[in-house]
């Protein structure tokens, strides 16, 4: 697809990073059907029939993106993340510097690039980040993306307040997803079943579900909604079923 910069009166310009898979993907197809315009920035773009794309293969740890984003943004999906599980006494220091580069140093990076954009948004613009259930609720293996998505809930509070009233900023905070990168967890009937039961609402997420919160902050319809952490997980991180 084209990275000519498009400018629609009345639609509301969305950027979207890691929309080729999973999540960002379940997102991208939830709101290409609306009156919006979709800046879509990965790695490895996939193709959507849809007329209100325009995608990019770049890395925002590694390249300048200012010159691909439109002159005004009024939401931003920051999507990228990891899943390294393994007791800590296996983890590298370099394990959680990299969980920390790719969760939260590349939302901050997206964000630098995107503020001048926000600011210019007629109403106020939209930021939707991603954590994890395991930051709230502590869980075996978990303490390299742990400590890396506790940073974006840091920085997700931080900026909400900093930027108020201009520009919204919430986290979704999902349980284990169905997605490519948590097929190792779900890649048998045994685990897929284990982990369904473990959720009160006895299923695991699908991108879906996620999706639709995505969709719904970056709306008007969230206009009275910032500086929350939004848990999508079948209840687990709330609910004790007896």
């Not at 400018?7 to 950027?15: A, E, F, G, H, Y």
């Not at 370099?94 to 990076?109: S, T």
């Not at 970056?218 to 206009?223: E, P």
Request: hydrophobic share 40%.
């Amino acid at each position: 697809m084209s990275n000519k910069k498009v400018v629609m009166s009345n639609t509301k310009n969305i950027l979207i990073v890691g929309g080729s898979s999973g999540i960002g993907k379940a997102i991208v197809e939830q709101l290409s059907q609306e009156s919006v315009h979709l800046y879509l920035l990965s790695r490895s773009p996939q193709e959507f029939n849809a007329s209100n794309i325009t995608a990019s293969s770049q890395n925002v740890l590694q390249e300048d993106i200012a010159d691909f984003l439109p002159d005004v943004l009024d939401g931003v999906v920051y999507c990228p993340g990891s899943i390294h599980l393994r007791p800590f006494h296996q983890f590298k220091e370099q394990d959680f510097l990299d969980d920390l580069n790719v969760n939260l140093m590349g939302a901050v990076r997206t964000l630098q690039a995107a503020l001048p954009r926000l600011k210019k948004a007629e109403s106020p613009a939209s930021v939707v980040l991603f954590s994890t259930i395991a930051v709230q609720t502590g869980m075996p293996y978990h303490a390299s993306v742990a400590s890396a998505k506790g940073a974006v809930e840091g920085l997700t509070r931080s900026l909400a307040a900093e930027w108020a009233p201009r520009i919204r900023v919430n986290a979704i905070a999902p349980s284990l997803t169905d997605t490519p990168m948590s097929a190792q967890l779900l890649s048998n009937e045994k685990k897929q079943q284990a982990s369904a039961e473990r959720h009160p609402l006895k299923r695991y997420g699908k991108p879906e579900d996620i999706a639709e919160m995505a969709a719904f902050l970056l709306s008007d319809k969230a206009s009275w909604i910032s500086g929350q952490i939004i848990h999508i997980d079948g209840g687990l991180s709330s609910l004790k079923p007896l």
